[in-house]
T-cell receptor, first 109, second 113 residues
Framework: AQRVTQPEKLLSVFKGAPVELKCNYS??????LFWYVQYSRQRLQLLLR??SRESIKGFTADLNKGETSFHLKKPFAQEEDSAMYYC???????????FGTGTRLQVTL | NAGVMQNPRHLVRRRGQEARLRCSPM?????VYWYRQLPEEGLKFMVY????????ESGMPKERFSAEFPKEGPSILRIQQVVRGDSAAYFC???????????FGQGTRLTVV
């Protein structure tokens, strides 16, 4: 069975500091991984997916199959990055997502 | 395009009552997914529907829960005889196809008293 683990419930960083939100997964097949973000009072939205290999709002994430990780990184945190971040894995042909429990990123001045 | 619309946003039901949660997908989207988020947990997949068909209901509790996505109208998640443990946020997502990105609604927060 697939599982996504986000070990940190809360990550608090200063503005301008680097950010790394951890995500580990377990899945027997070839995974497709995503990061979703939920800003205050807004709906969940896709931030990035590993197959697109793009940088969105300065965030990047690299799939490391050896470590089964998909950590989200940003070199310099901004106040507007404060939000809930969810790592998710898509499995099989049904396109259903398995989510981690989320990490709240708090960027302070 | 207004995005995925869920209503109501908040729903309070007494134990034993029925809860009906509605999801109107984005225009042109025929694939709908329902997820449940219990307190302190991540979103958990419940059911995947395509117009008039249930494709995958592996995450649905065996009893009291049902879902439909009729040819016309919104998708409905129905919970009969609600219990306190059903209190959660229920999210709907829609996509134009199973390969494309799914867009989420704002969720319905169900409270059973």
């Amino acid at each position: 069975a697939q599982r996504v683990t986000q070990p940190e419930k809360l990550l608090s960083v200063f503005k301008g500091a680097p950010v790394e939100l951890k995500c580990n997964y377990s899945y027997s097949g070839s995974p497709e991984l995503f990061w979703y973000v939920q800003y205050s009072r807004q709906r969940l939205q896709l931030l990035l997916r590993h197959i697109s290999r793009e940088s969105i709002k300065g965030f990047t994430a690299d799939l490391n199959k050896g470590e089964t990780s998909f950590h989200l990184k940003k070199p310099f945190a901004q106040e507007e990055d404060s939000a809930m971040y969810y790592c998710a894995l898509m499995s099989g042909t049904a396109s259903k997502l398995t989510f981690g429990t989320g990490t709240r990123l708090q960027v302070t001045l | 395009n207004a995005g995925v619309m869920q209503n109501p946003r908040h729903l309070v039901r007494r134990r034993g009552q029925e809860a009906r949660l509605r999801c109107s997908p984005m225009k042109g989207h025929s694939h709908v997914y329902w997820y449940r988020q219990l307190p302190e947990e991540g979103l958990k997949f419940m059911v995947y529907l395509q117009k008039e068909n249930i494709i995958d209901e592996s995450g649905m509790p065996k009893e009291r829960f049902s879902a439909e996505f009729p040819k016309e109208g919104p998708s409905i998640l129905r919970i009969q005889q609600v219990v306190r443990g059903d209190s959660a946020a229920y999210f709907c997502a829609s996509s134009p196809s199973r390969e494309k990105e799914a867009f989420f609604g704002q969720g319905t927060r169900l409270t059973v008293v």
